[in-house]
């Protein structure tokens, strides 16, 4: 009887699996799809409107995006959490979502690429990237995966418009151990944890 109680388990988690694995490509997809309509919404037009419920990501939707963190680098969720994850991870919270900002407010700005991915590689073709990790000729796969597991929760939000923007519309930003240069020519909008966050003096910005 015990034998085969545990043949009819075995049977059904061997069922189970593919349903599983159909369920979690579903919500990713969803999740994409979504994610692609609320970044066209950013870009034309910046207002803080939150996203309608039936456009809005879910918490398992973004989740099910690249769980391991290796995949490539073309859909805006993945574009966003790993920059966000290479960007601010090891830091606070407070950080995370601060880096969320500078790429959404890039998003709704016209001196920028339209697209979250665009913002993100923005550089690539010239070896001075924007956001330093997508150059800096390291591997990008995740490395931890409770801090990519809130990056991508940070995305999920900030996608949906339901994160505040903590950098008071900034566009650059700079660790404060250092002190570049190009500082000298933004005003400074906020400090965030160990983060300076600066926007142009003008509407111009690149």
């Not at 999740?31 to 803080?48: D, F, G, I, T, Y």
């Not at 407070?94 to 407010?105: F, G, H, I, K, S």
């Amino acid at each position: 009887m015990r034998l085969h109680w545990i043949a009819t388990c075995v049977a059904m988690m061997l069922l189970a699996g593919p349903a599983i694995a159909a369920d979690q490509q579903q919500k990713q997809q969803a999740a994409e799809n979504k994610a692609e309509v609320l970044e066209q919404k950013a870009a034309e037009n910046s207002s803080p409107a939150p996203a309608r419920k039936a456009e809005a990501i879910t918490k398992s939707e973004v989740q099910a995006v690249d769980p391991a963190g290796a995949a490539p680098l073309d859909d805006a969720i993945t574009c966003l959490a790993r920059s966000i994850y290479w960007e601010a991870k090891g830091k606070d919270s407070v950080d995370m979502e601060a880096v969320a900002n500078v790429v959404m407010n890039r998003l709704g700005h016209g001196g920028f690429p339209d697209t979250v991915c665009g913002v993100v590689k923005q550089g690539s073709e010239t070896g001075s990237c924007q956001f330093s990790w997508w150059c800096d000729g390291r591997p990008d796969s995740v490395q931890e995966e409770v801090p990519y597991a809130l990056a991508k929760e940070i995305a999920r939000k900030a996608l949906n418009k339901q994160l505040p923007d903590r950098t008071r519309g900034a566009l650059y930003f700079h660790d404060r151990t250092v002190k570049p240069g190009w500082a000298r020519e933004y005003i400074r909008t906020a400090d965030i944890g160990l983060f300076r966050f600066y926007k142009p003096h003008g509407k111009s910005a690149k």
